[in-house]
């Protein structure tokens, strides 16, 4: 498998309060440039401390260590929360060689219409259902990894906010599309990879089926010596991802391409790992409120389409639908 250099963009312009307009502007091109042509880039000098990601890594790594039937206890009622591991490895008769734990906010205040009864202005629209449209509410391990994902997911929205930023800039966007960037949150899955057998890794096999993922962009953090993350051009051809120690891997997901009118690519990905180390990884969704408009941003809106012409669906709907379909892979 080949392996390929995906752009690297130094994002110190953005923290460095003493770095020129054209610095700047560097960063906004480099990153636009990747958006366009395979959908994911390396970022680094992202400002996020490398002790709170490796402590992250660290924290999903004691999860996954522990006990089945102690991890079991996360596992909910819900297709984007709660702890999972792959069944096809069931059917074989292995110990799963992916198992994941996902994140989800509550969604009922913003589902517009999945859930009538809460009005979307109200201060209760932002108060924890359970349940909501997705499921059963989140299972956090301990209060202690609850604690460590929030520190982390403050600083990435730091970051989050940074990005789009710059996007907005190399878009041209308005306060009204600014704002649909300002409306989103964050999802997460975090992700054990266990170590194979001398027979596994010759065998090899896929961990994490090949996907897109279905939000506006992914900050993805891994232990920094797998190479097991693997991305497709857009002829189809796959390539092994190389890590940049302390960088996150960001990809495009579908919302982004589609608020972009498709000038954004949506990253298609998937996970091999075939080594006798166990991998980590952490992978933060920047996705839209659940009553946010899936058309294109009005900017970026094809010349002789009105935003009214554009099925107004809402991102709840389509991303229920997204999971209920064929188009997400069971593993
Ligand atoms: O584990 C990885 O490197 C990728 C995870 C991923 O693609 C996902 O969780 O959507
Ligand atoms: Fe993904």
């Known amino acids: 498998m080949t392996v390929l250099n995906l752009p690297v963009v130094d994002f110190g312009p953005y923290l460095d309060p003493n770095s020129t307009a054209e610095q700047r502007q560097a960063v906004d091109q480099a990153i ?3 958006c366009r042509h395979l959908g994911v880039f390396i970022l680094k000098n992202h400002g996020v401390p490398d002790e709170l990601c490796n402590r992250m890594l660290d924290c999903i790594r004691r999860f996954i260590q522990l006990p ?3 991890k079991r206890k996360c596992s909910v009622a819900s297709k984007e929360r709660g702890y999972v591991q792959s069944d096809l490895a069931l059917v074989k008769g292995l110990r799963p060689p ?3 734990i996902a994140f989800y906010p509550p969604v009922n205040g913003f589902s517009n219409g999945l859930s009538p009864t809460v009005d979307p202005n109200s201060p209760d629209a932002r108060l924890p259902t359970s349940p909501d449209a997705l499921g059963m509410p989140d299972a956090w391990p301990s209060d202690e990894f609850r604690a ?3 520190e982390y997911l403050e600083h990435m929205l730091q970051l989050k906010n940074r990005v789009h930023a710059s996007i907005a800039t190399s878009l041209g966007l ?3 599309s600014q704002k649909r960037f300002d409306d989103t949150i964050f999802a997460s899955a975090f992700n054990g990879y266990r170590e194979l ?3 596994e890794v010759i065998d090899g096999g896929t961990n994490l089926p090949e996907h897109t993922d279905l939000g506006l962009l992914t900050f993805l953090s891994q232990d920094s010596d797998s190479t097991s993350l693997q991305v497709q051009d857009r002829d189809g051809k796959w390539y092994d991802v190389q890590p940049i120690p302390g960088a996150f891997v960001v990809n495009v997901g579908v919302m982004l391409n589609r608020w972009t009118a498709g000038q954004y690519h949506a990253t298609v990905h998937r996970v091999i790992h075939r080594s006798k180390k166990p991998r980590i990884s952490a ?5 839209p409120f659940f009553d946010a408009s899936i058309a294109p941003l009005s900017e970026l809106t094809p010349a002789g389409k009105s935003c009214a012409d554009q099925k107004a669906e809402t991102f709840g709907k389509f991303s229920m639908d ?10």
């Open 283 to 287: 992978a933060v969704f920047v996705d």
């Open 32 to 34: 636009d440039k990747a």
């Open 322 to 331: 997204w999971y209920n379909s064929s188009e997400w892979p069971e593993y």
């Open 148 to 150: 460590q994902t929030e």
């Open 174 to 176: 308005g306060a009204l």
């Open 68 to 70: 089945d039937e102690e």
């Open 98 to 100: 992916h198992e994941n």
């Open 197 to 199: 057998t001398e027979a």
